[in-house]
């Protein structure tokens, strides 16, 4: 989110989840649901482990939404970073694919950095 609206980028992306969904496109699916993935962890704020723990049973939050955590904003910048992060740990991993003789793994790994690349551009 940027300045509590979504970004372009992440409008983008569900777009082309919804139109990958409609047309039964399986691979595009799955990779554009993890990249809004990342993005939505990438929000997250880290919680005090024992931030509950000193509370009196009756302080103790519970029911809808006490699991609720802060979110953080991310920029477009930030954002943009996070996906070109995910294009290259595919073509990192293709590589490696490719030299452990696994050309087929590897190639799929290509085609989703490719379809998350165009969304880069």
């Known amino acids: ?3 509590g609206t979504r970004s372009a980028l992440r409008e983008r992306l569900r ?3 919804t139109e990958a969904m409609r047309g039964r496109d399986r691979a595009t699916v799955g990779v554009l649901r993890v990249a809004l993935g990342v993005l939505e962890n990438a929000e997250a704020v880290e919680r005090d482990a024992d931030a509950d723990r000193n509370l009196a049973i009756g302080q103790i939050p519970i029911g809808a939404g006490a699991a609720e955590a802060e979110r953080r904003e991310l920029t477009e910048a930030q ?3 996070l996906l070109a992060a995910e294009v290259a740990e595919r073509e990192a991993a293709a590589e490696q694919y490719e030299r452990a ?6 190639e799929q790994l290509r085609a989703e950095a490719l ?3 165009a969304y880069l551009a």
Do not use: D, H, S
């Open 1 to 3: 989110m940027v300045n």
């Open 79 to 81: 954002e943009v970073e």
């Open 115 to 117: 379809v998350l690349a």
């Open 15 to 17: 777009a082309g989840l």
């Open 101 to 106: 003789g696994q050309p087929t793994r590897a």
